[in-house]
Protein backbone atom coordinates (compact mmCIF):
# COMPACT_ATOMS: atom_id res chain seq x y z
CA UNK A 1 0.00 0.00 0.00
CA UNK A 2 1.02 3.44 -0.29
CA UNK A 3 3.41 4.54 2.32
CA UNK A 4 3.47 8.84 2.86
CA UNK A 5 6.58 10.19 5.15
CA UNK A 6 6.96 13.70 6.55
CA UNK A 7 9.64 16.25 7.69
CA UNK A 8 10.27 17.48 9.69
CA UNK A 9 8.15 16.62 12.54
CA UNK A 10 8.98 19.88 14.35
CA UNK A 11 9.51 23.27 13.08
CA UNK A 12 10.27 26.38 14.21
CA UNK A 13 10.65 29.78 12.52
CA UNK A 14 10.75 33.63 12.95
CA UNK A 15 8.11 35.20 12.31
CA UNK A 16 8.31 36.74 8.85
CA UNK A 17 10.34 33.98 7.82
CA UNK A 18 9.65 30.88 5.14
CA UNK A 19 8.54 27.60 6.14
CA UNK A 20 8.81 24.22 4.26
CA UNK A 21 7.47 20.81 5.20
CA UNK A 22 8.39 18.00 2.92
CA UNK A 23 6.64 14.87 2.11
CA UNK A 24 7.24 11.78 0.10
CA UNK A 25 5.19 9.07 -1.40
CA UNK A 26 5.49 5.65 -2.58
CA UNK A 27 3.21 4.43 -4.90
CA UNK A 28 3.88 6.07 -8.33
CA UNK A 29 -0.28 5.82 -9.24
CA UNK A 30 -1.17 8.48 -6.15
CA UNK A 31 -2.39 11.51 -7.83
CA UNK A 32 -3.99 14.09 -5.47
CA UNK A 33 -2.04 15.70 -2.41
CA UNK A 34 -3.93 17.65 -0.30
CA UNK A 35 -2.87 19.16 2.86
CA UNK A 36 -4.58 20.24 5.96
CA UNK A 37 -4.15 22.44 8.90
CA UNK A 38 -5.05 21.18 12.47
CA UNK A 39 -4.71 24.01 15.25
CA UNK A 40 -4.71 23.23 18.92
CA UNK A 41 -8.34 21.83 19.72
CA UNK A 42 -9.65 21.81 16.27
CA UNK A 43 -9.96 19.06 13.75
CA UNK A 44 -8.22 18.96 10.60
CA UNK A 45 -8.27 21.79 7.84
CA UNK A 46 -8.12 21.70 4.13
CA UNK A 47 -5.70 24.50 3.23
CA UNK A 48 -4.67 23.33 -0.25
CA UNK A 49 -4.31 20.21 -2.94
CA UNK A 50 -2.79 19.33 -5.52
CA UNK A 51 -3.32 17.04 -8.63
CA UNK A 52 -0.81 14.92 -10.56
CA UNK A 53 -1.14 16.95 -13.67
CA UNK A 54 -0.06 19.80 -12.30
CA UNK A 55 3.68 20.96 -10.54
CA UNK A 56 3.02 23.44 -8.41
CA UNK A 57 -0.23 25.44 -7.17
CA UNK A 58 -0.12 29.03 -5.04
CA UNK A 59 -2.61 30.38 -2.82
CA UNK A 60 -1.74 33.68 -1.42
CA UNK A 61 1.05 33.22 1.16
CA UNK A 62 0.62 29.13 0.87
CA UNK A 63 2.22 27.02 -1.97
CA UNK A 64 2.74 23.66 -2.91
CA UNK A 65 4.92 22.03 -5.14
CA UNK A 66 5.41 18.27 -6.84
CA UNK A 67 7.60 16.31 -8.51
CA UNK A 68 6.34 13.37 -9.76
CA UNK A 69 9.40 11.79 -10.65
CA UNK A 70 10.80 12.09 -7.36
CA UNK A 71 7.61 11.14 -5.85
CA UNK A 72 7.59 14.04 -3.39
CA UNK A 73 5.93 17.08 -2.49
CA UNK A 74 6.23 20.31 -0.16
CA UNK A 75 4.05 22.82 1.08
CA UNK A 76 6.11 26.33 1.15
CA UNK A 77 4.49 28.93 3.60
CA UNK A 78 6.07 32.78 3.32
CA UNK A 79 6.29 35.78 5.25
CA UNK A 80 4.98 33.34 8.32
CA UNK A 81 2.44 35.22 10.97
CA UNK A 82 1.47 33.81 14.61
CA UNK A 83 -1.82 32.19 13.42
CA UNK A 84 0.32 29.65 10.93
CA UNK A 85 1.02 28.05 14.37
CA UNK A 86 -0.16 24.35 13.95
CA UNK A 87 0.23 20.98 12.65
CA UNK A 88 -0.19 19.91 9.14
CA UNK A 89 -0.44 17.06 7.76
CA UNK A 90 0.41 15.78 3.73
CA UNK A 91 -2.12 13.33 2.33
CA UNK A 92 -1.70 11.35 -0.53
CA UNK A 93 -4.51 9.51 -2.64
CA UNK A 94 -4.48 6.19 -4.92
CA UNK A 95 -7.07 5.77 -6.95
CA UNK A 96 -7.01 1.71 -7.14
CA UNK A 97 -10.30 -0.05 -9.33
CA UNK A 98 -12.50 2.55 -7.62
CA UNK A 99 -11.78 2.18 -4.16
CA UNK A 100 -10.00 5.73 -3.05
CA UNK A 101 -7.41 5.22 -0.45
CA UNK A 102 -5.96 8.55 1.77
CA UNK A 103 -2.48 7.85 3.20
CA UNK A 104 -1.56 10.68 5.65
CA UNK A 105 2.00 11.53 7.08
CA UNK A 106 2.48 11.66 10.65
CA UNK A 107 2.40 15.20 11.14
CA UNK A 108 4.84 18.45 11.47
CA UNK A 109 4.51 20.48 14.53
CA UNK A 110 5.32 24.40 12.97
CA UNK A 111 5.87 27.18 15.60
CA UNK A 112 6.12 30.69 14.62
CA UNK A 113 8.21 32.67 17.12
CA UNK A 114 6.99 36.20 17.51
CA UNK B 1 -20.75 26.90 15.08
CA UNK B 2 -18.18 24.27 12.54
CA UNK B 3 -19.79 22.52 10.06
CA UNK B 4 -19.26 18.76 11.17
CA UNK B 5 -20.36 18.47 15.50
CA UNK B 6 -18.94 16.08 17.47
CA UNK B 7 -19.81 15.16 21.37
CA UNK B 8 -18.28 14.85 23.62
CA UNK B 9 -15.94 16.45 23.21
CA UNK B 10 -13.69 14.58 26.32
CA UNK B 11 -14.86 11.27 27.08
CA UNK B 12 -12.65 9.21 30.24
CA UNK B 13 -14.24 5.24 30.65
CA UNK B 14 -12.96 2.24 32.61
CA UNK B 15 -12.25 -0.70 30.50
CA UNK B 16 -16.03 -2.29 31.05
CA UNK B 17 -17.86 0.70 30.52
CA UNK B 18 -19.77 1.18 27.15
CA UNK B 19 -19.83 4.68 25.56
CA UNK B 20 -20.99 6.35 22.25
CA UNK B 21 -19.50 9.09 20.00
CA UNK B 22 -21.50 11.21 18.06
CA UNK B 23 -21.13 13.20 14.95
CA UNK B 24 -23.49 15.34 13.32
CA UNK B 25 -22.97 17.15 9.69
CA UNK B 26 -24.86 19.98 8.57
CA UNK B 27 -23.10 20.55 5.19
CA UNK B 28 -25.76 18.21 3.42
CA UNK B 29 -22.42 15.40 2.89
CA UNK B 30 -23.26 11.82 1.46
CA UNK B 31 -20.33 10.34 2.86
CA UNK B 32 -19.52 10.25 6.68
CA UNK B 33 -15.85 8.96 8.47
CA UNK B 34 -14.50 7.90 11.65
CA UNK B 35 -10.86 8.68 11.91
CA UNK B 36 -8.29 7.71 14.95
CA UNK B 37 -5.76 9.78 15.95
CA UNK B 38 -2.91 9.32 18.19
CA UNK B 39 0.53 10.93 18.60
CA UNK B 40 3.32 10.74 16.16
CA UNK B 41 1.12 8.48 13.49
CA UNK B 42 -0.52 9.27 10.87
CA UNK B 43 -4.75 9.35 10.63
CA UNK B 44 -6.01 6.30 10.73
CA UNK B 45 -9.31 5.55 8.74
CA UNK B 46 -11.40 3.40 10.87
CA UNK B 47 -14.87 3.38 8.96
CA UNK B 48 -16.58 4.95 6.62
CA UNK B 49 -20.33 5.23 5.34
CA UNK B 50 -21.98 6.35 1.95
CA UNK B 51 -25.53 7.04 1.88
CA UNK B 52 -25.52 5.40 5.23
CA UNK B 53 -24.13 2.45 3.93
CA UNK B 54 -20.81 1.03 5.28
CA UNK B 55 -18.37 0.91 2.38
CA UNK B 56 -15.19 0.72 4.48
CA UNK B 57 -14.02 -1.12 7.22
CA UNK B 58 -10.17 -1.27 8.08
CA UNK B 59 -10.18 -4.19 10.02
CA UNK B 60 -11.26 -2.38 12.98
CA UNK B 61 -11.66 -4.16 16.36
CA UNK B 62 -15.41 -5.49 17.32
CA UNK B 63 -15.39 -3.13 20.69
CA UNK B 64 -15.76 -0.02 18.01
CA UNK B 65 -19.05 -0.55 16.72
CA UNK B 66 -20.17 1.97 14.59
CA UNK B 67 -23.63 3.51 13.70
CA UNK B 68 -25.31 5.52 10.88
CA UNK B 69 -28.73 6.20 11.05
CA UNK B 70 -29.52 8.85 8.39
CA UNK B 71 -27.07 11.20 6.44
CA UNK B 72 -26.22 13.08 9.01
CA UNK B 73 -25.77 11.59 11.99
CA UNK B 74 -22.81 9.17 12.90
CA UNK B 75 -22.03 7.48 16.21
CA UNK B 76 -19.36 5.39 16.89
CA UNK B 77 -20.39 2.70 19.91
CA UNK B 78 -17.52 1.79 22.18
CA UNK B 79 -17.22 -1.19 24.53
CA UNK B 80 -14.59 -3.46 26.91
CA UNK B 81 -11.67 -1.19 25.36
CA UNK B 82 -8.16 -1.25 25.86
CA UNK B 83 -6.02 1.58 27.16
CA UNK B 84 -4.15 1.57 23.99
CA UNK B 85 -7.65 2.93 22.51
CA UNK B 86 -6.94 6.27 24.00
CA UNK B 87 -7.07 8.81 21.32
CA UNK B 88 -8.77 11.90 19.26
CA UNK B 89 -11.58 10.23 17.27
CA UNK B 90 -12.25 12.55 14.67
CA UNK B 91 -15.27 12.24 12.38
CA UNK B 92 -15.09 13.87 9.09
CA UNK B 93 -17.50 14.06 6.34
CA UNK B 94 -17.68 14.55 2.70
CA UNK B 95 -19.50 16.15 -0.30
CA UNK B 96 -19.05 12.28 -2.33
CA UNK B 97 -17.31 9.17 -1.44
CA UNK B 98 -14.41 9.81 -4.00
CA UNK B 99 -11.36 10.64 -1.25
CA UNK B 100 -10.11 13.24 -3.88
CA UNK B 101 -12.00 15.92 -2.21
CA UNK B 102 -12.20 17.85 0.70
CA UNK B 103 -12.63 16.44 4.01
CA UNK B 104 -14.51 17.89 6.54
CA UNK B 105 -13.57 17.58 10.17
CA UNK B 106 -14.91 17.78 13.32
CA UNK B 107 -12.59 19.12 16.85
CA UNK B 108 -12.92 14.97 17.69
CA UNK B 109 -13.81 13.43 20.96
CA UNK B 110 -10.37 12.69 23.17
CA UNK B 111 -10.86 9.44 24.79
CA UNK B 112 -9.38 7.83 27.51
CA UNK B 113 -9.22 4.54 28.48
CA UNK B 114 -8.61 3.54 32.22
Known amino acids: GENVEQHPSTLSVQEGDSAVIKCTYS??????FPWYKQELGKGPQLIIDIRSNVGEKKDQRIAVTLNKTAKHFSLHITETQPEDSAVYFC?????????????FGTGTRLTIIP | ETGVTQTPRHLVMGMTNKKSLKCEQHLGHNAMYWYKQSAKKPLELMFVYSLEERVENNSVPSRFSPECPNSSHLFLHLHTLQPEDSALYLC?????????????FGEGSRLTVL
Open chain 2, 92 to 104: ASSLGLALTGELF
Open chain 1, 91 to 103: AAAISNFGNEKLT
Open chain 1, 27 to 32: DSASNY
